[in-house]
């Protein structure tokens, strides 16, 4: 494994600094590959499912063969099925049955077109040799669910949609630094970068570039998107190209889907009905597979092991995982989350009363024993963490927990770090403070019992050092909705400490680590739609995001992604704590063609999806 990885590695080296192909006909690493690693000899044939026999695309299982109904289940609800207003998995996924990007990412870190003939390489001239621009050509028999023809005018416009300011567009990151994007035909889309861009793939590629049609949202560019009634029908209603279209749908309930019969792949998909309900929890998704068989797919099962070890001798269904960079973590809220503040609450501009303090931050990161919560509450669905960045190339596996740091718990080292800091117990009541000012944390999740587990850990450890920690769990539907209204989501982050798990969306760390740069913070002139929910702001950092957008030698790269990591380690604005598997869900055990990637949508190939 590491010497593929490592051939990868030189290929992208050899590529980007001659600016001609170098890898011959090796194949590509299995794991995440550097995006500067750009394909020299991609071809137009998505890779194959894992599992997908030859039988389930020829003549004899046709569109619609699968007559019953497909389950899926998400514990947390779906409230909105425009990608480029959500802030939720959920969202993203449920939208992906109906919208489509450019390209995916494929399970083994390569991209594969989509809504493209091809992937754009600098061998087949569509990356221009100095990195300034990729010109994507699209499928010329696509067309919309409604019938109407796919053309280059509504990548243009998906462009302008998610440029504009005032959109608050989630996925904004994805079209930074952009010059121009130009429909030089009907199938033919030029994106002209602002300077040589190392990861021509940045955009419009997963579930981050989802192609929004023109004649649909044309009218809902800027403050419209969110607020105009019209607009806010089609967030809920997207005309998509996806092989289903929407039938009806819930927010916050269940999303139910037909088969899009415009869809541009023969025979497919399989499967006459999809159901994708939210709600409930993690264990009782699990056992909705693998005990009662009432669903054919369950999201997410973060449950203990010992609870998914029980479960899996029924028989009923398997785990599928998936390699990726996710990381469950705590993150520190830079701002004062105070409700006393009013409409100041959270601004960037209100610090808080103790967690500016790098010294408390610390203290309280050195407190958390990663390892036994991982061991006993993750098994293997994940690993103890001190990085943030847990793929390769940039580390190797063996280094995301006490490889490059030392981050076993100390308490004592902790609670000399406060007393260092000035927060001592000045009343005897066992709570730190100073100033006037007590230690007491309010730590938000989501429900999930297992995150509950996580919670008591944490504050145990805390307790040890005298702050004071309240715990509060949030619904799901709630935690992760994107309304601009809802107080208790992860964007306004009205707490003190929040814990959720995330991670980069592309093999590239790019757009990853920048949404811990100043111009990302989530405040009320934004909607609350930034991506730096912690508030946090350092120039240096700032500076280092600027230099790895433009950087195009890989090794350098690489040390710039390092370089950023552990800023954010050390300067303690989040506390890593298990690297997750990017996918950890449970399928029906008739259920065939799922392959999972950890670098798009889990529902990024459901058009492959069939019953044995």
């Given at each position: 494994m590491k010497h593929r990885h490592l051939w990868s590695w030189l290929c992208g080296m050899i590529l980007v600094m001659f600016l001609m192909a170098g890898c011959g006909s090796t194949p590509p690493a299995a794991g995440p590959t550097d995006a500067t690693d750009i394909p020299t000899d991609a071809t137009d044939t998505p890779a194959e499912t894992?599992?997908?026999?030859?039988?389930?695309?020829?003549?004899?299982?046709?569109?619609?063969?699968?007559?019953?109904?497909?389950?899926?289940l998400y514990w947390q609800a779906p409230t909105i099925l425009n990608p480029h207003l959500a802030s939720g998995t959920k969202d993203y996924d449920a939208a992906r049955l109906i919208l489509e990007p450019l390209a995916t990412i494929t399970p083994d870190g390569t991209p594969a077109p989509v809504l493209a003939a091809e992937i754009p390489t600098v061998d087949n001239g569509g990356v221009a040799e100095d990195l300034s621009s990729v010109t994507w050509t699209l499928k010329p028999d696509v067309v919309w669910s409604d019938g109407a023809p796919?053309?280059?005018?509504?990548?243009?416009?998906?462009?302008?949609?998610?440029?504009?300011?005032?959109?608050?567009?989630?996925?904004?990151?994805?079209?930074?630094?952009?010059?121009?994007?130009?429909?030089?035909?009907?199938?033919?889309?030029?994106?002209?970068?602002?300077?040589?861009?190392?990861?021509?793939?940045?955009?419009?590629?997963?579930?981050?570039?989802?192609?929004?049609?023109?004649?649909?949202?044309?009218?809902?560019?800027?403050?419209?998107?969110?607020?105009?009634?019209?607009?806010?029908?089609?967030?809920?209603?997207?005309?998509?190209?996806?092989p289903y279209k929407l039938r009806e749908f819930k927010p916050g309930d269940v999303v139910t889907y037909d088969i899009n019969e415009n869809y541009r792949e023969s025979g497919k998909p399989f499967f006459k009905e999809v159901q994708f309900k939210g709600g409930g929890d993690a264990p009782s998704a699990a056992r909705a597979v693998f005990q009662t068989g009432d669903v054919d797919y369950a999201w997410n099962l973060q449950v203990e092991a010992a609870v998914i070890n029980q479960l899996l001798r029924g028989g009923r269904g398997e785990l599928i995982t998936a390699q990726g960079g996710n990381v469950e973590r705590l993150l520190f809220n830079f701002a004062n989350p105070d409700p006393a503040l009013g409409d100041a609450r959270g601004e960037p501009d209100q610090p808080h009363p103790f967690l500016t303090d790098v010294n408390v931050r610390k203290a309280l990161a050195l407190a958390v024993d990663r390892q036994v919560m991982a061991e006993q509450l993750y098994g293997p669905a994940g690993d103890p963490t001190c990085e943030i960045i847990v793929s390769e190339p940039y580390i190797s596996l063996d280094q995301i927990y006490g490889g490059r740091r030392d981050c076993s718990a100390n308490i004592e080292e902790a609670n000399r770090l406060l007393d260092q800091a000035g927060w001592i117990d000045s009343d005897g009541d066992g709570i730190r403070d100073k100033d006037g000012v007590k230690m007491s944390i309010l730590y938000q999740t989501s429900v999930n019992s297992l995150r509950q587990k996580e919670q008591e850990l944490v504050k145990q450890a805390w307790d040890q050092l005298g702050v004071e920690t309240e715990l509060k769990?949030?619904?799901?539907?709630?935690?992760?909705?994107?309304?601009?209204?809802?107080?208790?989501?992860?964007a306004h982050f009205f707490a003190d400490v929040q814990m959720f798990t995330n991670g980069s969306e592309q093999t590239d760390q790019t757009n990853y680590l920048c949404q811990w740069t100043t111009g990302e913070i989530a405040q009320r002139s934004t909607e609350w739609r930034g991506n730096n929910q912690a508030r946090y702001s350092n120039p240096d950092y700032d500076a280092l995001c600027d230099q790895l957008r433009t950087e195009s030698d890989?090794?350098?790269?690489?040390?710039?992604?390092?370089?950023?990591?552990?800023?954010?380690?050390?300067d303690a604005v989040i506390v890593p704590l298990v690297a997750r598997k990017s996918v950890f869900s449970g399928i029906a055990s008739d259920l065939k063609g799922v392959n999972p990637s950890g670098w798009d949508s889990e529902m990024w190939n459901i058009a492959d999806w069939y019953r044995e």
């Open positions: 894992a599992d997908t026999p030859a039988e389930a695309t020829d003549s004899s299982n046709q569109r619609g063969d699968a007559s019953d109904t497909l389950r899926i796919f053309t280059a005018a509504d990548v243009v416009f998906t462009y302008e949609y998610c440029s504009t300011e005032a959109t608050a567009c989630t996925n904004a990151a994805s079209f930074d630094n952009i010059a121009s994007v130009e429909a030089i035909d009907d199938y033919t889309v030029q994106i002209t970068w602002e300077m040589p861009n190392p990861n021509p793939y940045q955009t419009f590629v997963t579930r981050l570039g989802v192609i929004l049609q023109k004649a649909q949202f044309e009218n809902c560019v800027g403050e419209a998107a969110a607020a105009d009634a019209a607009c806010q029908e089609a967030n809920l209603a997207p005309i998509g190209t996806g769990s949030v619904d799901a539907g709630v935690f992760f909705d994107s309304a601009a209204g809802n107080l208790d989501n992860i890989p090794e350098a790269r690489a040390d710039l992604v390092m370089q950023m990591n552990d800023i954010l380690i050390e």
